[in-house]
């Protein structure tokens, strides 16, 4: 019996310890919103869709970099957050992304 199975891929993205409402959320720089983008689930953004991050790139790959063999193309999605903190703006940039 050959049963496909739909794979669920998420993301969440934890908010810094200080971050009260209001905030906005920026993916790649883009503004979300939320109910359409993401979800607040307690101190938790909860994307539907999959959010990646390129992580560190290994010896062969920034050597031929570096020569100009070839270029890093991944997906490399950024999550950042904008919001008042003790009455000064602040942007938590590049936020850890979680896949569910």
Do not use: C
Not at 10 to 31: E, I
Not at 71 to 99: F, I, M
């Amino acid at each position: 019996m050959n049963v496909s199975e739909d794979v669920y891929r998420g993301t969440r993205v934890r908010l810094p310890a200080d971050v009260l409402r209001p905030f906005r959320v920026f993916v790649n720089g883009v503004q979300q919103e939320e109910g359409a983008d993401f979800h607040v689930d307690g101190r938790t953004l909860v994307f539907e869709r999959e959010l990646k991050s390129e992580g560190q790139l290994g010896f062969w790959r920034w050597l031929s970099m570096s020569v100009g063999i070839a270029g890093t193309y991944r997906q490399n999605d950024s999550v950042d957050v904008a919001y008042q903190s003790g009455g000064k703006p602040v942007v938590a940039a590049k936020l850890p992304l979680e896949q569910i």
